[in-house]
């Protein structure tokens, strides 16, 4: 299989055509895929090569759910799901699947800022209050719900309280710095 007809690369945007093919197309956001993966990837410190699988799937559902005419309900139902689930298999206590309930309630809160045609999320409104600056305070916010989703998963800190300070540095710095980095979009014909 060739693979570069099936993905190319022109001016940051990723062309990739899938062999099922159908005509219909989606456009995902590189820094969104990157912020997905972020979560997925801090819980390293307790899934192991496993966590790789979980940044790709958890990737792709941020990005897929923050697309224009999708539900972002993908996103906020999907990676508290795949991430549950992950640690509960590897960790195997009923307490995960409460976490993730509780990290569904802090994606629920959104990072939207304020602009011409959105009025943005309480939490965008009050960060770029505070900053004055679209792109700090958005950097700082996505750290913020980083560090929050992380705290819905404190149970773990009895299993390894080192891998749980590297879970919430690892998600709040990950998350601001992929915003701040990553940049470019996908186009998926699929």
């Not at 409460?98 to 045609?117: E, I, K, Q, R």
């Not at 773990?156 to 940049?183: E, K, M, P, R, T």
Request: charged residues 15%.
């Amino acid at each position: 299989m060739d693979l570069s007809k099936i993905i190319r690369t022109k001016n940051k945007i990723t062309y990739i055509d899938l062999p099922w093919n159908k005509g219909r197309r989606i456009i995902l956001g590189r820094e969104e895929t990157a912020i997905g993966a972020v979560y997925g990837l801090a819980f390293w410190p307790f899934l192991g090569l496993y966590s790789l699988l979980i940044a790709l799937i958890s990737g792709s559902l941020w990005s897929i759910g923050g697309a224009a005419k999708t539900s972002t309900g993908i996103r906020k139902v999907g990676v508290p799901i795949v991430i549950g689930l992950s640690v509960l298999i590897a960790q195997w206590h009923w307490q995960y699947i409460l976490c993730s309930v509780a990290a569904f309630g802090v994606l629920t809160m959104g990072y939207g800022m304020p602009s011409h045609d959105d009025e943005g999320s309480i939490l965008g409104n009050v960060f770029w209050f505070i900053f004055k600056n679209e792109h700090r305070a958005s950097i700082i916010l996505r750290g913020f719900l980083g560090l929050l989703f992380g705290v819905c998963y404190f149970p773990l800190a009895q299993v390894s309280i080192v891998g749980y300070g590297l879970l919430l540095l690892g998600i709040s710095i990950g998350a601001g710095a992929a915003f701040h980095f990553v940049d470019g979009e996908f186009h998926v014909t699929y």
